[in-house]
């Protein structure tokens, strides 16, 4: 069965801390994506990586950092948290190295507060 | 500015009957459209899609309805059941682009 595992299902952390989220996924995908959602407002893209050690910004990047050292694991760094992202944060996988081809596969989500 | 826009929060319908989600989009470029389902504390799952080459695709008792023109697609779950009961998102994605744009979600409740 096809895996998208996050480390962290919920995490409480104080202002101005660095968070860490972790992602990985079992499918050899290429491509990997991190969003969060907010109520009223859906699913919004942060950052996606379609590759080892590339990213690539999504709709909302300002405040977060990624990494991507390995194909299978894609890391959501909150360099100094802040209270607006307190949020569910999402992170999907894709194959496809050039068209987007098929479906996202999600993982089950980190609630993230920060107070 | 969102580009693809669920304008119903929320759904209820009677077991058995029909649910009917809508999806509007703003993008002409979009091509590629989808349906998520997602219930509480887990990630969402893939449902239904439709490529722009098409104006509907089934798969069981879930249809998807696309007008181009228009910029609206629509879910068709027939007949409803209380295991339907989820929020529901629309997404689309243009050309070669990796990313999947999401609407803000439908939560549907299917009552016994």
């Known amino acids: 069965d096809v895996k998208v595992t996050q480390s962290s299902r919920y995490l409480v952390k104080r202002t101005g801390e660095k968070v860490f989220l972790e992602c990985v996924q079992d499918m050899d995908h290429e491509n990997m994506f991190w969003y969060r959602q907010d109520p009223g407002l859906g699913l919004r893209l942060i950052y996606f990586s379609y590759d080892v050690k590339m990213k690539e910004k999504g709709d909302i990047p300002e405040g977060y950092s990624v990494s991507r050292e390995k194909k299978e694991r894609f890391s959501l760094i909150l360099e100094s948290a802040s209270t607006n992202q307190t949020s569910m944060y999402l992170c999907?996988?894709?194959?496809?190295?050039?068209?987007?081809?098929?479906?996202?596969?999600f993982g089950e989500g980190s609630r993230l507060t920060v107070l | 500015d969102q580009q693809v826009k669920q304008n119903s929060p929320s759904l209820s319908v009677q077991e058995g009957r029909i649910s009917i989600l809508n999806c509007d989009y703003t993008?002409?470029?979009?091509?590629?459209f989808l349906w998520y389902k997602k219930y509480p504390a887990e990630g969402p799952t893939f449902l239904i899609s439709?490529?722009?080459?098409?104006d509907k695709n089934e798969d069981g008792r879930f249809t998807v309805f696309l007008n181009k023109s228009a910029k609206h697609l629509s879910l068709h779950i027939v007949p409803s059941q209380p295991g339907d009961s989820a929020v529901y998102f629309c997404?689309?994605?243009?050309?070669?682009?990796?990313?999947?744009?999401f609407g803000a979600g439908t939560t549907v409740t299917v009552r016994a």
């Open positions: 999907a996988s894709s194959r496809g190295t050039s068209r987007y081809t098929g479906e996202l596969f």
């Open positions: 997404a689309a994605s243009a050309g070669n682009d990796y990313k999947l744009s």
């Open positions: 439709i490529s722009s080459i098409k």
């Open positions: 993008n002409s470029m979009f091509d590629y």
